[in-house]
């Protein structure tokens, strides 16, 4: 195993390392061997006090941020993007440590987040508010301006590019920030804080608190001096997000939430690339990505060879140790390990033909064998709840109309795709299917410059793109009385 450096285990607020105010700490695991890497200090309700406070006093109108200028905002995001890009080796090897995804992915994906910060950056001093012709005489305009002080929470499953989805728009738009990360993997925000610092950033503008969810995750979500909470996790934590962010004051909420994302593929598809691209929607990420398409419908006149190259390409998939040139690491811990292997016992158990995979693999860490389920029907387990791990189902149809109606029959609706050489096949269903991300012959492409969320229980706003930012602003009206006109 490669030996990675933990450089920052505390609390880091007003930009300066701490313990702990109950000096706990808790363990964070290597999902890969199940060894502790480190012990964190545990943040909690007085922690999130503090960072609060410090966020707070750094938003003060007179305060050396708010006295920034846009462009110079612009300057520290472009200086915290070049040290990310200095520090890429390291991230990658400090995330696949604690996360457990190959190194390779690791690292492209903090290669991606310099260029989100950039992509931001540029946009600090091009945030632009109306001139709006209004009624009588008056001239109207509106001015964009920073929400405040941000509650930012984070989950366990792309560490780096959410620590930087969330803090970049919110920085570029001028708030100030408390977050946490996810208790699995809170080492990669914690080496991010230090950049933050390095880049020159004024003390208070971003406060990183590793804790646990009901504890540190609550506190800041109910804390009253917090005006705006951007979290992405599950469903199930998004509503008790959204209840306590109503609780003390009507915080503005952005939510990013779990999805069961459809693929739809027709009778003339290429079986062999829509296989490839179903594949890749589902297993990227060992399958721990809230928009992969986990339900695969497939034309009744290919599905028998289509459900053949799925499972040879399956059989192929590499997983193993991540510091190796692998495809698939370990899932996140014990907890989702355990989930993952009922979800597929559930699925032999009503009926679905199991074409490959089901089991883990080895007996120490938490990995599992890339897993095909075939005749999988819409009222199994397996086709209704999102897994999070290494599991496609496929699903038979027949008529475009019955694949819209079954795409859509679900509480989520965060991405779909579908795989056809008919174009009006394609439109129709990008116009039909209910969700944030359509994607026509490819799947999961995210881009920087395109607005990334979901429909229905999938969550609430967008990130990303210029949508992304402006989930920090708000919009003052500004109404300016003129002189009557004299009638001539
Ligand atoms: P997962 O189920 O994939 O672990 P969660 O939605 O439980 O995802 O967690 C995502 C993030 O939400 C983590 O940072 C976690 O600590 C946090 N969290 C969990 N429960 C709460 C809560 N009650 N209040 C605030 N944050 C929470």
Redesign the pocket.
């Known amino acids: 195993m490669v030996k990675v450096d933990v450089k920052y285990t505390k609390l880091f607020i007003n930009n300066e390392w701490v313990d702990a105010v109950s000096k706990k700490t808790f363990p964070t695991i290597n999902p890969q061997d199940e060894s502790v890497i480190a012990h964190v200090a545990e943040g909690d309700k007085a922690d999130i006090d503090i960072a609060v406070a410090a966020a707070k006093k750094a938003f003060h109108r007179y305060s050396e941020w708010r006295k920034l200028d846009a462009s110079q905002r612009g300057r520290l995001l472009l200086k915290l993007a070049d040290l990310i890009e200095r520090d890429l080796e390291y991230l990658g090897q400090l995330e696949t440590l604690d996360n457990g995804k190959p190194v390779k992915q690791a690292t492209g994906e903090a290669a991606w987040t310099a260029q989100i910060i950039r992509y931001y950056a540029g946009k600090a001093d091009k945030i632009l508010g109306n001139t709006i012709p209004a009624d009588g005489e008056v001239l109207s305009m509106t001015l964009k301006e920073p929400v405040g002080v941000c509650g930012q929470?984070?989950?366990?499953?792309y560490p780096i590019p959410m620590f930087v989805w969330k803090i970049a728009p919110a920085l570029a738009a001028g708030c100030t920030i408390v977050l946490?990360?996810?208790?699995?993997t809170p080492l990669t925000a914690l080496a991010l804080a230090a950049l933050v610092k390095e880049a020159g950033f004024p003390p208070g503008v971003v406060n990183v608190v590793p804790?646990?969810?009901?504890t540190?995750?609550?506190a800041?979500?109910n804390h009253p001096d917090v005006d705006k909470i951007a979290?992405?996790?599950?469903t199930?934590?998004?509503r008790?997000?959204m209840s306590?962010a109503s609780a003390v004051n009507l915080k503005r909420v952005t939510l990013e939430l779990g999805g069961k994302s459809p693929l739809v593929i027709f009778n003339d598809a290429d079986v062999e690339k829509a296989a490839e691209i179903a594949h890749g929607a589902v297993f990227a990420n060992a399958g721990q990505s809230c928009v992969a398409a986990t339900r695969t419908y497939v034309q009744s006149g290919i599905y028998d060879a289509f459900v053949a190259k799925a499972a040879e390409i399956a059989k192929k998939r590499t997983v193993g140790n991540s510091y190796t040139d692998v495809e698939q690491g370990p899932q996140i811990d014990e907890e989702?390990f355990s989930k993952v292997l009922n979800y597929i016992k559930s699925g032999k158990e009503q009926g679905a033909r199991c074409v490959t995979g089901g089991e883990r693999i080895g007996n120490v860490g938490y990995f599992i064998q890339p897993t095909v389920f075939a005749d999988v029907k819409d009222d199994m387990k397996i086709a209704r709840e999102e897994i999070?791990g290494p599991v496609q189902s496929i699903l038979k149809f027949d008529t475009f109309d019955e694949a819209v109606d079954r795409a859509n029959d679900t509480n989520y609706g965060l991405g779909a795709g579908v795989i056809t050489n008919d174009i009006t096949t394609a439109l129709s269903f990008a116009k039909h299917v209910r969700a944030g991300s359509i994607w026509v012959n490819t799947y999961s492409v995210v881009a920087t410059q395109t607005p990334f969320g979901g429909f229905k229980e999938s969550g609430i706003g967008r990130e990303l793109g210029e949508d992304g930012i402006l989930q920090y602003l708000e919009t003052k009206t500004l109404t300016i009385s003129l002189p009557k006109q004299p009638a001539i």
């Open positions: 929470i984070l989950p366990w499953n946490k990360p996810a208790e699995q804790g646990y969810g009901p540190a995750g609550a800041l979500t979290f992405t996790g599950s199930e934590v998004g008790i997000i306590g989702m999070f």
